[in-house]
């Protein structure tokens, strides 16, 4: 079946930036995807970006694709504290193909 | 911001009992969803539907069944509650290739 695989953990201190990559293996995803989840919580919809582009920019966060390696990454600039959550990144049409997850946790 | 209410938020509950979630959206939405996940961990996909009348199992084996009656609601049912179900189970939906979005889940013990 199809597969999204992502680095399971990522610490960076508080004002740098944080780089999450995923690489996925469904060519034929419409949208790629990123969640942030906090303990507790469901997941909540971060950033998405169509598959006819390479990059996507909103506030804080870039996502770059680039689909000849089927590969993705989120960029959070200026990460804070409030960023320490789990990203997941996720591919496909239906159902959607999820990555384990990244752990980032934001050092003080 | 989506509007999609699990319930009950917590429940902890004896072994052998039967045990709906109950999972509703109000944006119309065709695709709903329910996922498990250990907290932390990864999601694992469980049930499935197109829409009213439509459900397929996902990729991880599971003893629990669900309904699609009304496009609203995609309730999810244990008939008889294990140890082994204690984790948490996310609702989702989705319209086309929208975005999914999710409920806040339901953190579930059983004893």
């Known amino acids: 079946g199809e597969d999204v695989e992502q680095s399971l953990f990522l610490s960076v201190r508080e004002g740098d930036s944080s780089v999450i990559n995923c690489t996925y293996t469904?060519?034929?995803?419409?949208?790629l995807y990123w969640y942030k989840q906090e303990p507790g919580a469901g997941l909540q919809l971060l950033t998405y970006?169509?598959?006819?582009?390479d990059m996507k920019q909103d506030q804080r966060l870039t996502v770059l694709l680039n689909k000849k390696d089927k590969h993705l990454s989120l960029r959070i600039a200026d990460t804070q504290t409030g960023d320490s959550a789990i990203y997941f990144c996720?591919?496909?049409?239906?159902?959607?193909?999820f990555g384990k997850g990244t752990r980032l946790s934001v050092i003080a | 911001e989506a509007d999609i209410y699990q319930t009950p938020r917590y429940l902890v509950i004896g072994t052998g009992k039967k045990i709906t979630l109950e999972c509703s959206q109000t944006?119309?939405?065709?695709?709903m969803y329910w996922y498990q996940q250990d907290p932390g961990m990864e999601l694992h996909l469980i049930h499935y539907?197109?829409?009213?009348?439509?459900?397929e199992k996902g990729d991880l084996s599971s003893e629990s069944t669900v309904s699609r009656i009304r496009t609203e609601h995609f309730p999810l049912t244990l008939e008889s509650a294990r140890p082994s179900h204690t984790s948490q189970y996310l609702c989702?939906?989705?319209?086309?290739?929208?975005?999914?979005?999710f409920g806040d889940g339901t953190r579930l013990s059983i004893l």
């Open positions: 469904d060519s034929s995803s419409t949208y």
């Open positions: 996720a591919s496909g049409n239906t159902p959607l193909v």
């Open positions: 539907s197109y829409g009213v009348n439509s459900t």
């Open positions: 970006i169509f598959s006819n582009m």
């Open positions: 989702a939906s989705n319209e086309g290739n929208q975005p999914q979005h």
């Open positions: 944006m119309g939405h065709d695709k």
